[in-house]
């Protein structure tokens, strides 16, 4: 019974249950993404985004292979460049092409203007692929108030269902539902057409998937 009891403590600090989540920490796995390489980098929990020194003429996408429905994500991002850069993360998307790596749907705006915003990406008014328009447009006035430009910021998505919340630096920029979010989808960093050269840095990143 001694044995037991002192055996007891050393349970209780060192469970052998796995978690539920620990599917999550596999999601910054290289082999779990796609895009035109030469322009990212996965670190660890950081991943880089730089265009070349001309800038883009075309959007491009580092693209998640697996679809995620709900979901919780967090992280910290800083976006270099000039005045045009400007960058994203997309939500529930499809990959249209792979020739430069396209993507289509809603996506969580990054740039000047549109910091926290949700974008269409080549996604209609109707939920269809296609066109392009801005689904809820950030309160540019309050984000600019808390945003460091050229720095870090903080930057929180949650989807669950058609409910979107989207939070930079503790001001929440999108609340609500859509009725056109698909309900399920990859996930995408995305490098925006430039004309000059941009870099940016999503560091620190954490994901947890919600639907059981």
């Given at each position: 019974?001694?044995?037991?009891?002192?055996?007891?403590?050393?349970?209780?600090?060192?469970?052998?249950?796995?978690?539920?989540?620990?599917?999550?920490?596999?999601?910054?796995?290289?082999?779990?993404?796609?895009?035109?390489?030469?322009?990212?980098?996965?670190?660890?929990?950081?991943?880089?985004?730089?265009?070349?020194?001309?800038?883009?003429?075309?959007?491009?996408?580092?693209?998640?292979?697996?679809?995620?429905?709900?979901?919780?994500?967090?992280?910290?991002?800083?976006?270099?460049?000039?005045?045009?850069?400007?960058?994203?993360?997309?939500?529930?998307?499809?990959?249209?092409?792979?020739?430069?790596?396209?993507?289509?749907?809603?996506?969580?705006?990054?740039?000047?203007?549109?910091?926290?915003?949700?974008?269409?990406?080549?996604?209609?008014k109707e939920g269809k692929i296609g066109g392009g328009h801005i689904m809820k447009l950030a309160d540019a006035k309050k984000v600019n108030e808390v945003l460091?430009?050229?720095?870090?910021?903080?930057?929180?998505?949650?989807?669950?269902?058609?409910?979107?919340?989207?939070?930079?630096?503790?001001?929440?920029?999108?609340?609500?539902?859509?009725?056109?979010?698909?309900?399920?989808?990859?996930?995408?960093?995305?490098?925006?057409?430039?004309?000059?050269?941009?870099?940016?840095?999503?560091?620190?990143?954490?994901?947890?998937?919600?639907?059981?």
């Open positions: 019974m001694r044995s037991l009891l002192l055996a007891l403590p050393f349970l209780a600090v060192f469970p052998l249950v796995a978690h539920a989540d620990d599917k999550a920490n596999d999601f910054l796995k290289t082999d779990n993404w796609e895009g035109l390489m030469d322009f990212w980098k996965i670190e660890g929990t950081t991943v880089t985004g730089s265009s070349p020194k001309d800038g883009l003429k075309s959007n491009t996408f580092l693209c998640s292979k697996k679809k995620y429905k709900d979901f919780e994500m967090k992280f910290q991002i800083r976006l270099g460049g000039g005045n045009d850069a400007n960058s994203g993360i997309q939500i529930r998307s499809q990959l249209l092409e792979t020739k430069n790596y396209a993507v289509g749907g809603p996506q969580c705006d990054i740039g000047a203007g549109y910091w926290g915003s949700l974008y269409g990406e080549r996604f209609s460091k430009k050229g720095d870090f910021n903080d930057y929180s998505i949650k989807c669950v269902g058609k409910h979107l919340t989207v939070v930079i630096n503790e001001v929440t920029t999108v609340d609500g539902d859509f009725d056109i979010m698909p309900d399920d989808g990859i996930i995408a960093f995305q490098l925006h057409v430039t004309k000059t050269p941009m870099d940016v840095t999503f560091k620190n990143i954490e994901f947890k998937e919600l639907t059981k």
